[in-house]
């Protein structure tokens, strides 16, 4: 094997996958203990300061820590506090207002941003990939929306540089899913990608030609998706319950309940609901298919208009879609694939579970970098203008909106004061005609110009968009040669020593989390060490010498010490051998006490047969 081994992740706003092809056919990694193949992208962070719990325990938790359970955080990536403050009504953890550059959670005295959190998700996967494939994963392939501007796509570049892998390729979403229904192997095609997941909707629409393809156009909702199909059916459950200020747990236990009737309501006619009420006893009732679906049907009805914008940017009619690819978990529901038939007016592709297509996808372009093949070109387009503002504060586009990447663009700017020596350029994204309602992406200083008359220098600035779909921009001056090595430091972003050490922090986390762990263990380890020797001490302390009886009890009391009080795993461990080496007379006194009572006419291997396991029920697991 000399090829690399890279991995394809789908780091989703409500679950994450990881999966790798093997001899090119592209599989889930599943986890090893749980069997589990999506990963929540949910992360708990303890109060006392231990290791962050990810993924399905974490899930659980949301209900009784919603402040310290963090989720959406794909919602987060790439955008500042201003941004997304808009968010906080739906968020029940609290967004910190200190840093603006970079969405940041405030937990208690803590703050962890977006990307970090993002990060331990991406840890998981990719430890999650290493113990099922027993090597070690270094390389991945990360998918983003087809949507992502430049500086969502470099927060989770960040995230998966902070989490330890290499992001060799970012891909967009819709892409992979065609790659996973083998759609590159068509000589042509134009593709719509209809995608519902929990809490977002996107559609884009492809164009396949000899194996490239071209995103023709994007559109969608991202405040739209199955989680407000479970909305809508526990508040409908809620009133029937008729509990005036239902509480947090309990409208948390209506809404999963709610899910997994949801859930049975994609291949079953009707499912019963029972959610207990404690002393109350227990609300039940049974809901139909189709008083689900009439209930969600109004959110069905909302993704066809973004569905029909797609088709009209892309001057395409719905006649001229050869292929629908259905991704995300809420497509399973029978009533969306039914509304994307009718809409498309063609049956779509169903073979590949909806919430595996994508990562699955992005395990097939993973394989096609391992294996070096160009053939392959894979070609997306940039979901929003990338332009400079200019002197009056208008934008001047150089690349446009769906212009293929990777490209680039070249445009001559000039000074406006005489004898000026510093040219600010201002870097925007966005189809507004000012520059102020787009999108700041950077700001860059070109220095060092000549001072000549105004309009006189030459200021090349160049655009150069990557495989990535990120930004490079350059500035020279010609006549002086004045250039700026700008590396683009968008506005919203961990600046790049940020990373490094977050990098590093999380290698020093990760031996500090280790420690911790060890020393839980071990407690817990002691603790049944102490109740054995106290139950031992009380039934047979009598039975042996005082002086012995006084050892135990110093080693027991110096094992209780260090139980609730030593730093680390080893001090416990010391102290509980001496306690055991103390305790010997003692577990001998209690051994032949059991011995009379039981040994009777068996045999002296029989009775120490009998005995340890005597002993063993003294001494709880
Ligand atoms: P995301 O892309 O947002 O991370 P997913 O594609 O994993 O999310 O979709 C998650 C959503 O899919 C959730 O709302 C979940 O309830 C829903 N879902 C999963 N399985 C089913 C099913 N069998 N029927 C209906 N909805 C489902
Ligand atoms: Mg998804």
């Known amino acids: 094997m000399s090829n690399p ?30 069997g589990e193949t999506l990963l929540p992208s949910v992360v708990y962070f303890p109060f006392d300061g231990t290791a962050p719990v990810v993924g399905s325990s974490a899930k659980e938790l949301l209900a009784t820590e919603p402040s310290r359970t963090v989720y959406s955080t794909k919602r987060l990536m790439g955008k500042g506090y201003d941004d997304v403050k808009g968010e906080t009504a739906n968020l029940s953890y609290e967004l910190s207002t200190e840093r603006t550059d970079v969405a940041t959670i405030r937990l208690g005295d803590n703050l962890v941003t977006a990307p970090e959190v993002a990060a331990l998700v991406l840890r998981a996967l990719k430890d999650r990939a290493e113990a099922s494939l027993g090597e070690t994963v270094t390389k991945a392939v990360i998918t983003v929306p087809a949507y992502f501007n430049d500086a969502q796509r470099q927060a989770t570049k960040d995230a998966g540089e902070i989490a330890g892998l290499e992001v060799v390729r970012i891909v967009n979403e819709p892409t992979a899913a065609s790659l996973a229904y083998g759609l590159q192997n068509k000589k042509s095609a134009t593709i719509a990608v209809y995608d519902l997941g929990g809490g977002t909707f996107d559609v884009s629409l492809l164009r396949l030609e000899d194996g490239v393809f071209d995103v023709l156009a994007t559109n969608g909702d991202t405040h739209l998706g199955g989680d407000d199909f479970d909305e809508l059916l526990s508040d409908r459950l809620l009133s029937e319950i008729g509990v005036t200020e239902p509480s947090p747990e309990l409208r948390a236990t ?30 039940v009732r049974t809901v139909t298919k189709s008083e689900f ?29 050869d292929e629908v690819v259905l ?4 497509t399973r529901v029978p009533a969306v694939r039914q509304a994307v038939q009718t809409l498309f007016g063609k049956a779509p592709h169903t073979d590949v579970n909806p919430d595996e297509v994508v990562a699955l996808g992005a395990a097939v372009q993973a394989d096609i970098l391992s294996s070096g093949r160009t053939d392959l070109l894979l070609l997306d387009v940039t979901p929003l203008s990338l332009g400079i503002e200019t002197m009056g504060g208008a934008t001047e586009k150089l690349l446009f909106r769906n212009a293929k990447i990777p490209s680039s663009a070249k445009e001559e700017f000039t000074t406006s004061v005489d004898g000026q020596t510093v040219v600010l350029l201002h870097v925007v994204q966005g189809e507004r005609e000012m520059a102020t309602d787009n999108r700041s992406l950077a700001r860059i200083e070109l220095r060092g110009i000549p001072p000549m008359p105004a309009g006189l220098p030459k200021i090349e600035v160049t655009f150069f968009l990557d495989m990535n779909g990120i930004l490079r921009v350059t ?38 989390d280790f420690k911790a762990r060890m020393l839980a263990d071990m407690r817990n380890e002691a603790d049944s060490a102490i109740l054995g020797a106290t139950k031992l001490l009380a039934g047979y302390g009598n039975d042996i010498p005082d002086a012995d009886r006084i050892g135990v009890e110093t080693a027991l009391a110096e094992m209780k010490n260090a139980r609730d009080n030593a730093p680390d795993h080893s001090t416990v461990r010391e102290k509980m051998d001496a306690l055991d080496m103390a305790g010997r007379s003692l577990a001998e006194a209690a051994m032949s006490s059991v011995a009379r009572s039981i040994v009777g006419g068996k045999t002296l291997s029989e009775a120490a047969q009998v005995l340890e396991e005597r002993i063993k029920e003294e001494r709880p697991e």
């Open 5 to 34: 081994l890279i991995v394809g992740i789908d780091l989703g706003t409500t679950n994450s996958l990881v999966a790798v092809a093997k001899e090119g056919v592209p599989l889930i990694l599943t986890d090893i203990k749980s």
């Open 254 to 283: 209506v809404r999963v309940a709610a899910e997994a009737a949801k859930r049975h309501l994609s291949d079953a006619a009707q499912t019963d609901v029972h959610v207990s009420l404690g002393d109350n006893g227990a609300f």
């Open 293 to 321: 679906e009439s209930l969600i049907s109004p959110l069905v009805e909302r993704t066809l208009a973004p569905c029909r914008q797609a088709l009209t940017d892309a001057g395409l009619t719905a006649t001229e879609i």
């Open 327 to 330: 991704v995300g978990g809420s």
């Open 475 to 512: 500035a020279t001056e010609t006549r002086s040669g004045a250039k700026t090595d700008v590396r683009i430091k968008p506005t919203y972003g961990l600046a790049e020593g940020e990373v490094r050490r977050m990098v590093r922090d999380s290698f020093v986390n990760a031996d500090e």
